[in-house]
Nanobody, 126 residues
Framework: QVQLVESGGGLVQAGGSLRLSCGVS????????LGWFRQAPGLEREFVAA????????YYSDSVKGRFTISRDNAKNTVFLQMNSLKPEDAAVYYC???????????????????WGKGTLVTVSS
């Protein structure tokens, strides 16, 4: 089992920044990748960014590339999502998710995530 706990959401003005954190615990030796997804009201959950745990490869959706940065702190078993130049359309509940099966790790990534956090709400005012 892998446990994921998100934090760092909140209200920010358009153009501002937020940093989300995802604390990872449990059977972390099984991790293949960790990712961030988001879901706005009435919309499907969508991929935002991910990092492969062993090869340190980064993945970003086109909608956030150049504005968001995913990173990790190995010592603290934490993954971060630095979000800059936020737009109203970035508002959503952001979820941290883990993949522990490399055979399932492929776009669109959602179906390969087998552990999920409960999410943290990001609100962007215009």
């Amino acid at each position: 089992q892998v446990q994921l706990v998100e934090s760092g959401g909140g209200l920010v003005q358009a153009g501002g920044s937020l940093r989300l954190s995802c604390g990872v615990s449990g059977r972390t030796f099984n991790l293949n990748a960790l990712g961030w997804f988001r879901q706005a009201p009435g919309l499907e959950r969508e991929f935002v960014a991910a990092i492969s745990w062993n090869t340190i490869t980064y993945y970003y959706s086109d909608s956030v590339k150049g504005r968001f940065t995913i990173s990790r702190d190995n010592a603290k078993n934490t993954v971060f999502l630095q979000m800059n130049s936020l737009k109203p359309e970035d508002a959503a509940v952001y979820y941290c998710a883990a993949n522990t099966d490399s055979s399932m790790w492929r776009p669109p990534y959602y179906y390969g995530m087998n552990y999920w956090g409960k999410g943290t709400l990001v609100t962007v005012s215009s």
